[in-house]
């Protein structure tokens, strides 16, 4: 089956304790993307990847770093989580990098910063 | 920077009652527009899209024409149903720049039976 996984969907963690949230696509797609989702403020973008070993930074990007070392895989880490990064965390991807073609979600991570 | 402005929620109808979900967007580049639907806990899906003027995404009887006289680009159907409770996005992608997406703060949906 096609699709998009993250890991954890849920996690709770305190401040200044890095994590990383994994996100897999089997689809082989070139891009792929983060989001953050707060009440009142849509999406708004993190980081994206437009192919191996390629990132960009979104909207949002302060406190967060990426990496793309292999096609399928696009992890973002928290180095050192504040509140401020409670969020729901979607990864999507999409084919054909540099065009503007659906973007394949995963379910979601609900992360918890105290 | 590129925006997407949408109307704001929540929205509640009756059964088979006619649904508008208004969308207006800015964008320096010339974008692709996109409308995504999501259901209670789960990720985003597309719904339709539309890449230039006076095109008309469909899907599922939920319709929309790309305005670009007017930079934008409402969601309608026809007749809803409990079913189609769910949280709207309205998105775009610009052209000149295809790794950056926008989307608007989402319209939530109740249909009620």
């Known amino acids: 089956e096609a699709q998009v996984t993250q890991n954890p969907r849920y996690l709770i963690t305190v401040t200044g304790k890095k994590l990383t949230v994994t996100c897999s696509q089997n689809m082989n797609h070139e891009y792929m993307s983060w989001y953050r989702q707060d009440p009142g403020l849509g999406l708004r973008q993190i980081y994206y990847s437009m192919n191996v070993e390629v990132t960009d930074k979104g909207d949002v990007p302060e406190g967060y770093k990426v990496s793309r070392k292999e096609k399928r895989n696009f992890p973002l880490i928290l180095e050192s989580p504040s509140p401020n990064q409670t969020s729901l965390y979607f990864c999507?991807?999409?084919f054909g990098a540099g065009r503007p073609n659906e973007q394949f979600f995963g379910p979601g991570t609900r992360l918890t910063v105290l | 920077g590129n925006s997407v402005t949408q109307m704001e929620g929540p929205v509640t109808l009756s059964e088979e009652a006619f649904l508008t979900i208004n969308c207006t967007y800015t964008a320096t580049g010339y974008p692709s527009l996109f409308w995504y639907v999501q259901y209670p806990g789960e990720g985003l899906q597309l719904l339709l899209k539309?890449?230039?003027?006076?095109d008309k995404g469909s899907n599922k009887g939920f319709e929309a024409t790309y305005r670009k006289e007017t930079t934008s680009f409402h969601l309608e159907k026809g007749s809803v149903q409990v079913s189609d409770s769910a949280v709207y996005f309205c998105a775009l992608i610009d052209n000149t720049n295809a790794g950056k997406s926008t989307f608007g703060d989402g319209t939530t949906l109740t249909v009620k039976p």
């Open positions: 999507a991807s999409s």
């Open positions: 539309a890449t230039k003027a006076d």
